[in-house]
């Protein structure tokens, strides 16, 4: 019943505002982009970085990206690193933004709050960051970028594709040398997988919505990196594409679907439980001719990347990898259709639909578009493989939000709990709390949430820091003032904690030697000062 009435959410609104016959509160359309208004943004605390390609030695320039602040670069070593997590924006190019949707994402994942900001200790997450010329943050100087692309992904040149970003294109021919949006993802992902950087490093998981879904679709198919692929990394790596407004179709077939609709085009219950059928389209679609072009379908010219990989080979290797297709059970507006055709008597927001007749070729809406889409594979590899690895899920209450999609209990159940794996701070989180509530181990006040700056030297002499061997405070949380830490504190104090544990640790090793050695009578040397006492 409840997934009815979830269902029902737009028809209603259609019927309720329609009767009023008077202009509605902006805010009673707000169910199109549902998830914003819970978003959390606590833990704020990130930075810029950069991240060399095999194209900077000859432009000069590195890629952009995002990252924690207090977290190891990449392609630094840290072997502390299990899991990974590249999380990629859509058409606003709000890199840091869907950095914050992630991070938060799993620091609060089951509502641990700061137990799981230690998860951020063995999780590396990056934001890639695409720029155009004249955006905000970018410096030519530095930074490659890519031109300027439509929302359907033809240039100037009308070359499918060719500088789209989120097509796998390349980036600005303004620079001596170019490089594709998959082969920065492909780079990265070489660095991952180098053990001696990250040795521990155990799965990674590969996300992104609106503009950045489509990316992630269109890389999971192309990807030499990726299992099945020529150049195979071995990583156990998982894709999430949410809420895109267009897919990569593997044939020529797309969803049969009236000619013609009302303002009752997408009810998300209809959708749900539809079982699709597919052909191709008759001459009378008036982008017969386009509707299947690269980026909506696999015809025609290719960028550079995908070409370089082959039709044959996408499609042989597409259903080996791991594919979650999230939807937005409430992400089912048009704003221009419904504007036009007063459908509601305020004004939604579709967060950029595609309305290119190559994109209604696919459906009215994105939620149509994704669970037609995700049918479309089961039936083009006859179940098949595809079957376990291709996998539609579903999330209630949440429209267009890519903030509302990656801190749903869906993903985090999907794609955080998966590869959450317990470590020794874990163990000794209570310790760690202590270290980042302590007023008294701060150099001085911080502002906001941020509470105090943690002293790390002070801390490794405070005297319930004193054995990481499973010997915790015997009242745990009693140290920790209520509503406690915030999560960038308790980052932090981990950290510290890890280099005092390491030294605990060496300490004890060399005070061990010392004691074999003066029974040997070979003894010469000395060990640290600190943490040496007796037990």
């Not at 660095?191 to 992104?208: D, F, H, I, Q, R």
């Not at 280099?499 to 074999?516: F, G, I, Q």
């Amino acid at each position: 019943m409840a997934s009815r009435e979830r269902g029902m959410t737009f028809l209603s609104a259609v019927l309720l505002l329609t009767s009023a016959n008077v202009k509605g509160d902006d805010n009673a359309c707000s169910w199109c982009e549902r998830g914003d208004a819970t978003c959390d943004w606590n833990f704020d605390e990130f930075s810029l970085a950069h991240f060399t390609t095999s194209i900077s030695g000859q432009v000069q320039r590195a890629m952009p990206y995002f990252k924690p602040s207090a977290q190891t670069p990449l392609g630094v070593a840290d072997s502390d690193v299990t899991n990974a997590v590249i999380v990629h924006h859509g058409a606003g190019r709000n890199a840091e933004d869907y950095l914050s949707y992630m991070v938060n994402a799993i620091v609060n994942n089951q509502g641990q709050g700061a137990e799981n900001a230690l998860q951020l200790e063995n999780t590396i997450v990056i934001a890639p960051q695409v720029w155009f010329p004249g955006d905000d943050g970018l410096d030519e100087n530095v930074h490659i970028w890519w031109d300027v692309s439509g929302d359907d992904g033809f240039d100037t040149d009308d070359l499918p594709g060719e500088r789209d970003w989120k097509w796998g294109g390349n980036s600005s021919a303004e620079l001596p040398a170019s490089i594709s949006t998959f082969s920065v993802l492909d780079e990265m992902l070489d660095t991952l997988s180098n053990k001696t950087l990250y040795p521990n490093l155990e799965s990674v998981v590969m996300a992104g919505h609106s503009a950045g879904g489509q990316i992630m679709q269109r890389f999971a198919l192309f990807s030499t990196r990726a299992k099945g692929g020529s150049r195979d990394l071995g990583l156990d790596l998982k894709f999430y594409v949410a809420n895109p407004s267009s897919t990569t179709y593997l044939g020529p077939e797309r969803p049969v679907q009236a000619p013609e609709r009302d303002c009752a085009f997408c009810i998300n219950s209809t959708i749900e439980s539809q079982e699709w059928a597919f052909e191709k389209p008759t001459v009378d679609l008036e982008c017969v001719d386009t509707y299947n072009a690269y980026g909506y379908g696999l015809e025609g010219n290719l960028p550079d990347y995908p070409a370089a990989t082959g039709v044959a080979q996408a499609l042989a290797q597409y259903p080996l990898r791991r594919v979650t297709y999230m939807s937005g059970e409430s992400d089912v507006c048009d704003t221009p259709y419904m504007e036009t055709n007063q459908c509601l008597t305020c004004i939604p927001d579709d967060g950029g639909l595609d309305p290119s007749c190559e994109g209604y070729a696919q459906g009215w809406c994105r939620m149509a578009r994704l669970h037609a889409f995700s049918q479309y594979v089961q039936a083009f590899y006859d179940q098949g493989e595809a079957a376990q690895t291709h996998k539609l899920m579903s999330v209630p209450d949440v429209g267009h939000s890519g903030c509302g999609m990656f801190q749903s209990p869906e993903f985090a159940a999907g794609a955080l709990n998966a590869s959450r794996k317990p470590s020794w701070v874990h163990e000794n989180i209570y310790i760690i709390l202590h270290m980042a509530a302590n007023t008294q181990l701060a150099t001085a006040p911080g502002s906001g949430a941020r509470g105090p700056a943690l002293n790390c030297s002070r801390a490794r002499n405070d005297p319930a820091v004193l054995d990481f061997e499973g010997k915790v405070p015997v009242a745990p949380l009693g140290v920790v003032p209520a509503p406690g830490p915030s999560s960038g504190a308790v980052v932090r104090a981990a950290r510290c904690a890890r280099s005092v544990h390491a030294r605990v640790r060496s300490a004890r090793t060399c005070r061990e030697s010392k004691r074999r050695a003066y029974e040997g009578g070979t003894w010469s040397g000395r060990c640290p000062d600190e943490w040496v006492g007796e037990e």
